[in-house]
């Protein structure tokens, strides 16, 4: 679903990302792990578009998204749903207002539809009854809930995750963790996630990939990232310090 051909990024004279290559297989949940600061966020934002590479190319079923402008760049959005970090939910509306905001920019589908629609999806997220209360009423876990079936309502093909579970607690993480694995399995989207959450992760990924100072340093099944021999890998799923391996 996802190519990602030797992929180059600078910021200000410093390079990000050093010739990147990834694949993301159709209906897989793949899991981009590393240390902060290493690229992880900015590679995610040239997947979404937000970003254009300074070498390279990403591919989205074939086409070459990383060069799109405009409106051929809004058709291959229309194929995405987007959990932000912290939710990035608007506090003004409602947590069913939250829900329908795209329905109503991108469909334009009428009211009773739309009522429809964002009652289901609450459902789908344990959040029924929920969408007259606004984002700070309700308790972290339920705002990322909230905005998960924000990412949903539109039947998006391919979903990316920027770090869901920040700020929740380690019972909270494997919650949230549980319920995207269920309606991925529901659902069958292609996933792309952002996390810091080890050993957690390994039980919901297919895939994962190692991004270390901008380039990815192993990927493979959760299995293999956990046998890894290789010192970078080693060291983060122990969190060790640099330098803490042999002593």
């Known amino acids: ?3 990602i051909e030797r992929l180059v990024k600078w910021f200000d004279g410093q390079q990000v990302l050093h ?3 990834l694949e993301v297989a159709t209906g ?5 792990i590393g240390r902060s600061g290493g690229g992880k966020t900015v590679l995610l934002r040239h997947l979404i578009g937000l970003l254009r590479p300074d070498g390279g190319r990403v591919l989205v079923d074939g086409v070459e998204v990383s060069r799109l402008r405009r409106r051929a760049l809004d058709e291959v959005r229309k194929r995405y749903g987007v959990v932000f970090q912290g939710g990035a939910l608007f506090d003004s ?8 905001f795209p329905l109503r920019e991108k469909l334009h589908l009428p009211g009773t539809e739309v009522a429809k629609r964002v009652e289901a999806g609450l459902a789908q997220v344990g959040l029924e009854g929920m969408g007259a209360k606004y984002p700070a009423e309700v308790s972290g876990g339920m705002r990322k809930r909230v905005a998960i079936a924000r990412a949903l309502i539109t039947e998006p093909q391919i979903v990316f995750f920027d770090e869901p579970t920040t700020g929740l607690d380690p019972i ?8 995207i694995l269920n309606l991925h399995r529901k659902l069958h989207f292609t996933a792309v996630m952002v996390s810091h959450e080890i050993p957690e992760i390994f039980e919901i990924a297919d895939t994962v ?15 293999v990232i956990q ?3 290789n010192p970078v890998v080693r060291r983060f799923i122990r969190g060790e310090p640099e330098g803490a391996e042999g002593t």
Do not use: Q
Not at 28 to 32: G, L, M, N, W, Y
């Open 209 to 223: 990939a190692m991004l270390h100072e901008g380039r990815i340093a192993e990927v493979g099944p959760p299995a």
């Open 227 to 229: 046998a890894s021999t």
């Open 1 to 3: 679903m996802i190519k």
């Open 93 to 100: 509306m409602t947590c069913a207002d939250n829900v329908a």
């Open 28 to 32: 897989s949940i793949t899991v981009i």
């Open 19 to 21: 010739e990147v290559d």
């Open 172 to 179: 909270l993480v494997n919650t949230i963790h549980h319920l």
